[in-house]
């Protein structure tokens, strides 16, 4: 499995053959993604409506490069896509499966989204902006910061999961040096463990055996 974080919760996941399928999860407007360097996209996953996690212009053009794209969101999600001409679905494809991973208490500064946790391909989970879940596959997108968490509730909630890898997302609101003062401190923290930190760097592919 090879993954490229997009920055923020925004991220490439390529299976090789025989699977060959890839999937991007949240392309949101905090995350960059070329449009024009992807060769392939069989499925786009949203897992709820804030901007941050949904750049609707960009999924435009992505369903208008591959037309063939399954887009998998929550409802609220599926229609605003659907007002702006792009098909989505409630239903996951083969290989995904949702679990209960609600948004954290955003009030009073955003509206409540609804939202979705996804499993993909029984091997990497994504909880959307949640720290309110009580499942995980061997390799975790674990959002670590935000004004709805704090990094403390992140890591103890991961040493309760134990999963084999954690990819850090949702972590656009730290400069440079703050994000790699943290990574060591969480990397050493789950070490403890026996849980990976992987200290991705945005745009950097990295391949881990699933």
Request: charged share 20%.
């Amino acid at each position: 499995m090879k993954i490229t974080k997009l920055v923020h919760s925004c991220l490439l996941v390529e299976m090789p053959e025989p699977v060959n399928r890839t999937v991007l999860f949240d392309p949101g407007v905090m995350s960059t993604v070329d449009v024009g360097s992807l060769e392939y996209l069989d499925d786009i996953v949203i897992t709820h409506s804030h901007g941050d996690h949904l750049n609707v212009d960009v999924v435009k053009q992505l369903a208008q490069k591959f037309p063939d794209v399954r887009l998998l969101a929550p409802s609220e999600v599926v229609e605003q896509l659907k007002a702006a001409g792009v098909n989505a679905s409630t239903e996951p494809s083969k290989g995904m499966s949702l679990f209960d991973s609600p948004h954290e208490s955003v009030a009073p500064l955003f509206p409540q989204p609804e939202e979705i946790g996804v499993h993909y391909l029984d091997a990497l989970t994504h909880p959307g902006d949640s720290h309110s879940f009580s499942e995980t596959k061997q390799i975790l997108a674990l959002p670590i910061t935000a004004p709805w968490g704090a990094t403390v509730n992140a890591v103890n909630l991961a040493v309760k999961l134990k999963p084999k890898y954690v990819i850090p997302i949702h972590d656009w609101h730290w400069r440079d040096e703050a994000r790699e003062n943290m990574y060591g401190l969480i990397e050493e923290a789950l070490a403890k463990h026996g849980i990976t930190f992987l200290k991705v760097k945005n745009g950097e592919p990295f391949t881990l055996d699933v």
